[in-house]
């Protein structure tokens, strides 16, 4: 059974960087056929996706956030990960990571809170 | 970016009937391979979102028979045959076919 889990702090200062992992049970995050993504949603609104990746560190992210996205792939632990830089307020969010095909999540994480906040 | 516009935003149905959904696109979402990337997610309260439909119209395994969705180019809808209490949450649907991956606002299914 595939579990996706996120973690990382769930609280940032604003203009620090927020840093979350996802680690991939149940399935192994080379397999060609699937990518791996971020999407978040902040509290009580709608969703917005903010980058997908394969298992190599090809991507493709939300040019509204790109400048301050980095993401990586670690095959031999079977994670994946979000740095988002200079964070403000706006960046509060439920942050979730999935698996899915190029354009498409079929299965999804729990989401991991993460407020930004002094 | 493609606009994705869903309506209504609520949606109060009372249990047994059927109720529906209307997703909009600001661009057509056929895709140069033949494929419409438009899908369907439901997200309960306090869980994550899971997709119900993917490609316009292909049901998830497990998903009841009871949800349905259809459409093309720029119009589609989700469909659920006869509402039940489990079915309350939030709908999204969500277009992968432009770049940026866009959601639609979400309609809120209530029971009346």
């Known amino acids: 059974q595939l579990h996706l889990q996120e973690s990382g702090p769930g609280l940032v200062k604003p203009s620090e960087t927020l840093s979350l992992t996802c680690t991939v049970s149940g399935g192994s995050i080379s397999r060609t056929a699937y990518y791996w993504a971020w999407i978040r949603q902040p509290p009580g609104k709608g969703l917005e996706w903010i980058v997908t990746m394969d298992y190599s560190g090809n991507t493709y992210d939300n040019r509204s956030l790109k400048s301050r996205i980095t993401i990586s792939i670690d095959t031999s632990k079977n994670q994946f990960s979000l740095n988002l830089s200079s964070v403000t307020a706006a960046d509060t969010a439920v942050y979730y990571c999935?698996?899915?095909?190029?354009?498409?999540?079929?299965?999804w994480g729990q989401g991991t809170l993460v407020t930004v906040s002094s | 970016d493609v606009v994705v516009t869903q309506s209504p935003l609520s949606l109060p149905v009372t249990l047994g009937q059927p109720a529906s959904i209307s997703c909009r696109s600001s661009q057509s979402l056929l895709y140069s391979d033949g494929n419409t990337y438009l899908n369907w997610f439901q997200q309960r309260p306090g869980q994550s979102p899971r997709r119900l439909i993917y490609k316009v119209s292909n049901r998830d395994s497990g998903v009841p028979d009871r949800f349905s969705g259809s459409g093309s180019g720029t119009d589609f809808t989700l469909k659920i045959s006869r509402v039940e209490a489990e079915d309350v949450g939030v709908y999204y649907c969500m277009q992968g076919t432009h770049w940026p991956i866009t959601f639609g606002q979400g309609t809120r299914l209530e029971i009346k």
């Open positions: 999935a698996r899915g095909a190029l354009r498409d999540f079929d299965f």
